[in-house]
C-alpha cells in the first residue's frame, strides 16, 4: 500500500521560507516521478513543481518560477519542496504525488496546510 506523509506546513511572514517533505512508502521510490500540488479554498489544484525518476528532469509551475525548488533523496524515499520569497498568495494545502509521469499522481498525500500573513 502506497503511502506519502507530507510534513513542513506553518504560518510564515511574507518573503519568508519553509521546506515541505514527502516521505514515500510502499512501492520502489526511485521508479516514479514525484510532484506537488496546491489548492487554495475556491481554487483548482494547481501543479507546482514535478521532479523526474533521477531528478535529471525539473518542471515548475509559472507562479513558483524562481521562488521553489524541488528535489528529492532516492536513498530515504523522500521529495522536497524548498519555497523561499513566500507571498500571501501561496497561502494552500500542498500535496505531494506520485506518478508515472511529471504533473500527474497515481498516489497523494493528505496535504500540509501552508499560510503566508501579509
Known amino acids: 500500500q502506497v503511502q506519502l506523509v507530507e510534513s513542513g506546513g506553518g504560518l510564515v511572514q511574507a518573503g519568508g521560507s519553509l521546506r515541505l517533505s514527502c516521505a514515500a512508502s510502499?512501492?520502489?521510490?526511485?521508479?516514479?516521478?514525484m510532484s506537488w500540488f496546491r489548492q487554495a479554498p475556491g481554487k483548482e489544484r494547481e501543479f507546482v513543481a514535478g521532479i523526474s525518476r533521477t531528478g535529471t528532469n525539473i518542471d515548475y509551475g509559472d507562479s513558483v518560477q524562481g521562488r521553489f525548488t524541488i528535489s528529492r533523496d532516492n536513498a530515504k524515499n523522500t521529495v522536497f519542496l524548498q519555497m523561499n520569497s513566500l507571498k500571501p498568495e501561496d497561502t494552500a494545502v500542498y500535496y505531494c504525488?506520485?506518478?508515472?509521469?511529471?504533473?500527474?499522481?497515481?498516489?497523494w498525500g493528505q496535504g500540509t496546510q501552508v499560510t503566508v500573513s501579509s
Open positions: 510502499g512501492r520502489t521510490f526511485s521508479s516514479y516521478f
Open positions: 504525488a506520485e506518478g508515472r509521469t511529471m504533473r500527474w499522481g497515481d498516489y
